[in-house]
């Protein structure tokens, strides 16, 4: 990579450049930082500037940088605290290269701040979500601002499904509307995401293709027969509950690798012999809908959405085999784990043994 770096880059405009001394630099990124000495200032100067450079300009900061600053500023662009610069009257199609692509405007800080944490990748990330599709099954208080954010993000295909009529306690800012009280929840909750997204597809996919997540936010425990099918298309699902006073994002899971919400439900009947006749009656939907804190439903959104961009971007997240959870007054998050059960039938149980 650093041999194919050009000496025409640019700070990222996610990063910052703080002087130390006449000749020192510290470049900051997120949480991180580098010092770099011996820039000289002409190149300093070069990586504010918002413009590529002229022919002329290149080859001449081309002649004036050693080979140590050639490989500092290679190793930056590669650390993502630098970027290469481009042209957008250029062709970049050619390279083949994602990083070579300018963003597009709306997800210009998006991919500046996913450098912070993947430096180079970032792009190629980015690029990625464009072809990644979540369905969000159900109408709680964080559905559509779940959907929203990851469209926001840059998730290419955000699909709501729910048959229900909008109702005032679902509005929160982000998603449905006080406005959107009594139209289809599909409908507002799709405005909600082109308001946030204009990009976005959220059109249902074509019968038989599958999404590669399915949020379900729903505030009561997921009914057997809705597990099932999940399992049986072997679609990756996510789940998150808001209570009064509480809010649970998790577990995450991925039919035939982790443990599955049965695991979860058969964990709390140990705990409790009465949870399965809770459980049903928990399923009655209630005449004024769930009570939820507007505040705590805005953290629980953006928690659900950061697990569900961290598995679609290839990580780990913290909700596999596992769930956050948020319990006021208490300001902190928690994570409770969730094994598989040994009484579990989910194909989960051979993958753990």
């Not at 820039?39 to 413009?51: E, I, K, Q």
């Not at 469209?151 to 998603?175: F, K, M, S, W």
């Not at 509480?246 to 058969?266: E, F, K, M, N, R």
């Amino acid at each position: 990579m650093p041999g194919k770096t050009s000496l025409d880059v640019m700070l990222n405009p996610a990063a910052r450049l703080l002087w130390r001394a006449a000749d020192v630099v510290q470049l900051e990124l997120g949480g991180r930082a580098v010092l770099v000495e011996g820039l000289d200032p002409a190149t300093v100067r070069r990586l504010f500037s918002p413009r590529p450079a002229t022919r002329e300009a290149s080859a001449g900061l081309l002649g004036g940088t050693d080979d140590a600053n050639r490989h500092s500023l290679a190793s930056l662009t590669e650390a993502g605290y630098l970027w290469p610069r481009t042209d957008p009257a250029a062709d970049t199609s050619a390279d083949g290269d994602a990083r070579l692509a300018p963003p597009r405007p709306r997800l210009a800080a998006e991919l500046a701040a996913l450098t912070a944490q993947h430096g180079q990748r970032a792009a190629e990330l980015l690029n990625a979500r464009r072809h990644c599709v979540v369905a969000i099954h159900g109408a709680g208080r964080v559905a559509a601002h779940v959907a929203a954010v990851l469209a926001a993000a840059g998730i290419g295909r955000v699909h709501l499904v729910d048959a229900d009529d909008v109702r005032l306690h679902q509005a929160t800012p982000g998603g449905v509307g006080p406005a959107d009280e009594g139209r289809r929840f599909v409908t507002a909750a799709n405005a909600a995401v082109q308001r946030a997204a204009p990009d976005t597809d959220t059109t249902p996919l074509p019968m038989g293709e599958r999404p590669d997540l399915v949020v379900l936010a729903v505030d009561e425990p997921v009914d057997a027969e809705r597990r099932g099918a999940l399992h049986a298309r072997e679609c990756a699902h996510l789940a998150v509950r808001l209570g009064a006073d509480h809010g649970v994002v998790g577990p995450l899971v991925i039919p035939g690798l982790t443990s599955c919400l049965q695991c979860a439900d058969l964990h709390r009947r140990d705990r409790d012999p009465a949870w399965t006749a809770l459980a049903v009656q928990l399923t009655v939907a209630r005449r004024h809908g769930a009570a939820s804190d507007v505040a705590l439903a805005t953290v629980i959104a953006g928690i659900t959405a950061l697990q569900a961009l961290a598995f679609l971007d290839g990580g780990e997240p913290a909700v596999i085999e596992g769930t956050l959870e948020l319990q006021l007054p208490d300001w902190r998050v928690r994570r409770r784990s969730w094994p598989v059960h040994p009484d579990c039938d989910c194909s989960g149980r051979a993958t753990a043994q």
